[in-house]
C-alpha cells in the first residue's frame, strides 16, 4: 500500500495489525500513529495526495488500526474505538490545514512568470509611408520657396475639368475615369490636384509659388498598380518671365534632393490639356542607378511625374494676365515616389492597415 510512500515508517505500518495483541499492543499502534500522522511532512500537492492515501484513504492506516478491534477485548472496546476516531479526526484536520496552507501558498506565489526576463517590447505607432513621403516632397519645395496650399476632395466639374482646358464632351475627360456625386452632376471626387491650380489663381495675384498635396481617385480597377484612392503632389509657379529652363531646373533640384545627387532627369514630350508645352519626367532609376533592372523594365529611367508651362487658355479661365505672365505646373503620384524610395511593389498595401507593414516605417517617423 504504502511501499512508494517515502515517509513510511515501520513503527506506523505495524497499525495495520501484522503483530502485537491485546488493549496494549493496540494503543500503543495508536500512539505510534497518531505520532506519524503529526510528523508527516506536506510540503506539496504530491505529499499532501500521498498523506491522504497513506492514512485517511480507504486501505490507510486509520484503517488499518480500526482492524485491530478484534485483538481488543470486549469491554475495551468502546475505549479503543474512541481512540481510533481521535487518531482519525486528526489525520482529517492536518489534512484539511496542509490543503488550505497549499492554496494560500500557491495564492500568494502569483502567476507563474520568470522576471528576470526583459519586457515584452510596447508596440509605438509609426508614420504611414505616404504622410512620410509626403512631408519630404513638401520640404524639399518649401526650401525654395514653394507654399502649400489645399483644395476640396469633392470637387466642382469647373476646377476639375472646364477651368482645366477639359470642357465637356472634351474627349481628353476620357483620360480619366471619374466618380461623380450621386444626385449631383456638377460634382466630382476630384481625380487630380490640378483643380488646385485654378483655386489659387482664381484667388490670388502673381507671383504666385505653391505646392499642393491632398488625396485623389478615379474610378480605377484595383491591382498592384492602380488604385481608386490615392495621393498627388501638384506644383504651380507663376510670375513674369518664367521659362521651361526654370521648369526644367526646379524638376531637377527636387529629383536630386528626393533620391540622391546622382539622379539624372530628362523630359519626354507629352500631353495634358492644362499645359502646353507638356511634358513626362524620368529620372534615373534608383534601384540599379540606370544600369536596368526589372522596376525600370531594363531602360534605366523610371517616370516620376507629369509637367508643363500653364497653358493660356488656363490662365485666362482664371483671370491671369496672359500676356503678362507665364508660369509652369507638374503633378506627381505619391504612391508612386513612395514605391521607389521603399521598393515596394503593390500599392495596394497603402491602404491595407497591416500593422506588419506600417512598422517598418517606424525608423523613418
Ligand atoms: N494632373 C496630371 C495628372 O493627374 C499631372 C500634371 C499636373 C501634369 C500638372 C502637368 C501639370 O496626370
Known sequence: M?????????????ASGATGSGLDDALAAADALQADIEAYAIDSADALEAFRIRFIGSKGLVKGLMGRMKDVPGPERKAFGQRVNAVKQSAEKRFEEAKTGLVQQEASAGPDVDLSLPPAAPRVGSRHPINIIRQRIVEAFAR????VEEGPEIEDDWHNFTAMGTPEHHPARDMQDTFYIAGHPDRVLRTHTSPVQARVMESRKPPIRIIAPGRTYRNETISARAHCVFHQVEGLYVDENVSFADLKQ????????????????????????????????DVTCLICSGKGCSV????????IMGCGMVD???????????ERYTGFAFGM??????????RIDDIRLFTENDALFLEQFRSES
Not at 511501499?3 to 515508517?9: G, L, T
Not at 525600370?296 to 517616370?303: A, F, I, N, S, Y
Not at 493660356?312 to 496672359?322: I, L, R, T, W
Open 2 to 14: 504504502s511501499s512508494k510512500d517515502p515517509q513510511s515508517s515501520p513503527t506506523a505500518d505495524q
Open 144 to 147: 525654395i520657396g514653394f507654399a
Open 250 to 281: 526646379t524638376i531637377d533640384y527636387f529629383a536630386k534632393t528626393m533620391f540622391g545627387e546622382d539622379t539624372e532627369t530628362r523630359l519626354r514630350p507629352s500631353y495634358f490639356p492644362f499645359t502646353e508645352p507638356s511634358a513626362e519626367v
Open 296 to 303: 525600370c523594365k531594363h531602360t534605366g529611367w523610371v517616370e
Open 312 to 322: 493660356p487658355d488656363v490662365f485666362e479661365n482664371c483671370g491671369v494676365d496672359a
Open 333 to 342: 503620384g505619391i504612391e508612386r515616389i513612395a514605391m521607389l524610395v521603399y
